[in-house]
């Protein structure tokens, strides 16, 4: 006698067990990178700082004839290029202060096709298929826009003998079934497909390709952050990049970001005025890095304002309550000692003895503030965020 038994749904089932094993297992391991990465980053950021704004300090008492200027430049440069890296490190340790607004997706591919066009050259063609009718997204236009362009220049490198790129956005419904075979939670979601005809990869370059610094280029041509930096960016917005490739038959990727039910932001066209120079107004500056909060200090006293400076927020309530005047500006680190305390200085006098009140805006330092030479205000601002602060 003979007993047969068909294994055919077993078989599948151990299949998409194996396949959803193999994702979670990704997903850590990217999870892991990122957190080291974005970590080691952040330190080393705040020591480019310091680096970069004593060198624009000493360049300042310097003639451009001076040897020591010409020798203090190329300090800055190598610090500047070191910071671009941490810059994309931070985005793909998802460590980055985003600025999501309401988006039209079809709007930032149209906006960044001129540039587009520049990078491929003129033996690869560019096609757009843009759904009319897309819905709206929630992220940041800028950083949106680097993750569109990190993904186009990898596959103009991919293309070294020309071909074609072809942009696709769509509308997405996805459902349980396909969720769990991309490893994507069922949603409604806004597509962005970047497909090119290039050389493609085999599966071990797959599954490696969002690592930093993992490339398959010649040494000095590049970094290997491209990806990772677009990987951080869609992750940190709430979304997923998928890719599709097969060796000899191109590479297709997908940018999946949740749709929202909003209008679309118009992007201002031009920059605001800049702000003038005070020289009676009173700023607290609430920063752990003894280095970082010397630096704040010495640049906004250098033009005119008079600086109150905490560790962490115990400290800044504690000056704030002894302060006899008015606050106008709160500085702050995002992470840093006892930082929940700060927040009562933020909300105003309601809970505080009146004679004293902070009715300025909050300015939240950032772990990727860069700091610029041309300017003291400028360095001390770039990579901050400014939100309007309780009513007082």
Not at 54 to 67: I, K, N, Q, S
Not at 196 to 211: K, L, N, P, V
Not at 241 to 251: A, C, N, P, Q, Y
Not at 267 to 277: G, I
Request: aromatic share 4%; proline share 5%.
């Amino acid at each position: 006698m003979v007993a047969l038994q068909d294994i055919t749904n077993l078989r599948a089932t151990e299949a998409a067990r194996s396949s959803l094993e193999e994702q979670l297992r990704q997903t850590q391991k990217m999870d892991a990178i990122g957190s080291l990465a974005g970590g080691i980053a952040h330190d080393f950021n705040n020591l480019l700082a310091v680096i970069r704004t004593y060198v624009g300090f000493a360049l300042e008492t310097l003639t451009e004839g001076d040897p020591l200027h010409d020798d203090l430049l190329e300090v800055d440069k190598a610090g500047q290029r070191a910071a671009d890296l941490t810059s994309q490190l931070l985005a793909f340790g998802r460590k980055q202060m985003l600025q999501p607004v309401p988006l039209d997706m079809n709007g930032v591919v149209r906006g960044l096709e001129k540039m587009l066009r520049r990078i491929l050259g003129e033996d690869i063609e560019l096609v757009h298929d843009l759904t009319p009718d897309l819905g709206v997204v929630r992220a940041d236009p800028g950083q949106l826009e680097q993750v569109i362009m990190n993904v186009v220049v990898n596959a103009r490198d991919a293309m070294p003998r020309g071909g074609s790129l072809i942009l696709t956005s769509a509308n997405l419904e996805l459902g349980e079934a396909e969720g769990r075979q991309l490893g994507v939670a069922p949603g409604t979601y806004v597509t962005l497909s970047v497909a090119d005809s290039g050389c493609g990869m085999d599966a071990e370059t797959r599954s490696r390709i969002f690592e930093p610094f993992f490339t398959t280029k010649d040494r000095g041509k590049g970094t290997g952050l491209g990806l990772s930096t677009a990987f951080g960016i869609v992750r940190q917005s709430g979304g997923h990049i998928l890719v599709d490739s097969e060796v000899g038959l191109g590479t297709r990727f997908r940018i999946l970001l949740p749709r929202v039910h909003a209008a679309p932001t118009v992007r201002a066209s031009s920059r605001p005025p800049p702000v003038s120079t005070g020289g009676n107004e009173t700023i607290l500056v609430v920063e752990d890095e003894d280095a970082v909060r010397a630096i704040a200090r010495r640049i906004l006293e250098a033009d005119g304002f008079k600086v109150l400076a905490a560790a962490n927020g115990g400290e800044a309530l504690l000056i704030t309550e002894a302060h006899p005047g008015e606050i106008d500006l709160v500085l702050t680190d995002v992470v840093m000692p006892q930082a929940p305390r700060v927040r009562p200085i933020l909300e105003g006098p309601r809970d505080r003895q009146a004679g004293h009140r902070t009715r300025a805006p909050h300015r939240e330092g950032h772990r990727r503030s860069a700091w610029r030479e041309d300017h003291r205000r400028e360095r001390l601002g770039a990579g901050q965020q400014v939100r309007p602060r309780g009513p007082s």
